[in-house]
C-alpha cells in the first residue's frame, strides 16, 4: 500500500504543463539517431503529453551523416502523425528540421530547395562543436536575406562558442535567436555548457528552450532539469515557446 502510495507520487509529480510547446526533439522513428521504431516514437510522444505538452515542433537531423530533405522527413511525420490518432494521442506534432552547416545542407539551401522551418520562417540550425564554420557569418546574412530566422540550436555547446560571450553577443546582433537545451541544465553535457547556459540566461540571451529529446533517457534528464533553480529563471524569460 505504501510503496503504491509512492510510486503515485512520483508519478504525477511530473509536470512540465508550463512549458507546453516544445521545439527541438528526434522523435520521427529512423530518421536520425533519434528514436527507431514506430513504437518507440509514440511512447515517447505519449511522455510528452502525460507531462503536460500539447505541442511538439520535432526536428530531424539534416546532416552529411543522416541525408534528409524535406520530402522523406514530411512523408515519416504524416505516417507518425497516423499512428498517432490510431494510439488516441491528441497532442498536435508539427514537424521542422535541425540542418547542420554542412554541404549536405548548403546544397539544398543553394538550390533553393524546400526547407522546413516553424513559426516566422524559423530556420533551427547546428554546426559542429569544435570549430566555428568559416561561412558562418556569411550564411546568417544569406538566410536573413532570403526571410529565413536563424535560430542556433543548443549555443551553450560548442567549445567554440562557451566563454566567448563577446562572439555570442555578436551572433544575436547580426538577428540569430538562440535555443536553449534545457537539459544542459541538469548537467546534460558537462559543467562548462551547464555554466555557459546559466550565462546566457543571466543576460536575457534565451529566445527559445527545447529539450532536443531522442529517447527515454534523455525525456528523464528533462525532468531533472525542471528541478533546477534556473529552470525558473528561464521559464521567466520572454520566451517565444508561448506564442507559436
Ligand atoms: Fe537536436
Redesign the pocket.
Given at each position: 500500500m505504501l510503496m503504491w502510495h509512492w510510486f503515485k507520487q512520483k508519478k504525477s509529480s511530473i509536470d512540465l504543463s508550463f512549458l507546453k510547446i516544445d521545439v527541438?526533439s528526434?522523435l520521427l522513428p529512423d530518421l536520425d539517431d533519434g528514436v527507431k521504431t514506430f513504437d518507440e516514437s509514440i511512447n515517447l510522444i505519449k511522455k510528452f503529453e502525460d507531462a503536460g505538452f500539447t505541442k511538439l515542433i520535432t526536428?530531424p537531423?539534416v546532416h552529411e551523416l543522416y541525408r534528409n530533405t524535406a520530402q522523406n522527413i514530411l512523408s515519416r511525420f504524416e505516417e507518425t502523425k497516423l499512428k498517432l490518432k490510431e494510439a488516441g494521442i491528441t497532442l498536435d506534432l508539427q514537424t521542422a528540421a535541425?540542418y547542420n552547416v554542412d554541404d549536405w545542407f548548403l546544397n539544398q539551401f543553394n538550390n533553393n530547395e524546400v526547407l522546413l522551418t516553424f513559426a516566422e520562417k524559423y530556420l533551427l540550425f547546428?554546426t559542429n562543436f569544435f570549430a566555428e564554420p568559416l561561412i558562418l557569418n556569411d550564411l546568417i546574412f544569406k538566410l536573413k536575406t532570403k526571410g529565413f530566422t536563424p535560430v542556433m540550436?543548443h549555443p551553450e555547446r560548442y567549445f567554440y562558442l562557451q566563454k566567448q560571450i563577446a562572439r555570442l553577443e555578436d551572433l544575436q546582433q547580426r538577428g540569430v535567436y538562440f535555443q536553449l537545451n534545457l537539459v544542459s541544465l541538469a548537467g546534460a553535457y558537462g559543467p562548462v555548457a551547464e555554466k555557459t547556459a546559466r550565462e546566457l540566461i543571466d543576460r536575457n540571451m534565451i529566445q527559445l528552450v527545447g529539450s532536443?529529446c531522442h529517447n527515454d533517457l534523455q525525456f528523464e534528464l528533462l525532468k531533472k532539469a525542471s528541478k533546477h533553480k534556473y529552470f525558473e529563471k528561464v521559464m521567466a524569460l520572454p520566451l517565444l515557446n508561448f506564442t507559436i
Amino acid at each position: 500500500m505504501l510503496m503504491w502510495h509512492w510510486f503515485k507520487q512520483k508519478k504525477s509529480s511530473i509536470d512540465l504543463s508550463f512549458l507546453k510547446i516544445d521545439v527541438h526533439s528526434h522523435l520521427l522513428p529512423d530518421l536520425d539517431d533519434g528514436v527507431k521504431t514506430f513504437d518507440e516514437s509514440i511512447n515517447l510522444i505519449k511522455k510528452f503529453e502525460d507531462a503536460g505538452f500539447t505541442k511538439l515542433i520535432t526536428s530531424p537531423h539534416v546532416h552529411e551523416l543522416y541525408r534528409n530533405t524535406a520530402q522523406n522527413i514530411l512523408s515519416r511525420f504524416e505516417e507518425t502523425k497516423l499512428k498517432l490518432k490510431e494510439a488516441g494521442i491528441t497532442l498536435d506534432l508539427q514537424t521542422a528540421a535541425e540542418y547542420n552547416v554542412d554541404d549536405w545542407f548548403l546544397n539544398q539551401f543553394n538550390n533553393n530547395e524546400v526547407l522546413l522551418t516553424f513559426a516566422e520562417k524559423y530556420l533551427l540550425f547546428e554546426t559542429n562543436f569544435f570549430a566555428e564554420p568559416l561561412i558562418l557569418n556569411d550564411l546568417i546574412f544569406k538566410l536573413k536575406t532570403k526571410g529565413f530566422t536563424p535560430v542556433m540550436a543548443h549555443p551553450e555547446r560548442y567549445f567554440y562558442l562557451q566563454k566567448q560571450i563577446a562572439r555570442l553577443e555578436d551572433l544575436q546582433q547580426r538577428g540569430v535567436y538562440f535555443q536553449l537545451n534545457l537539459v544542459s541544465l541538469a548537467g546534460a553535457y558537462g559543467p562548462v555548457a551547464e555554466k555557459t547556459a546559466r550565462e546566457l540566461i543571466d543576460r536575457n540571451m534565451i529566445q527559445l528552450v527545447g529539450s532536443d529529446c531522442h529517447n527515454d533517457l534523455q525525456f528523464e534528464l528533462l525532468k531533472k532539469a525542471s528541478k533546477h533553480k534556473y529552470f525558473e529563471k528561464v521559464m521567466a524569460l520572454p520566451l517565444l515557446n508561448f506564442t507559436i
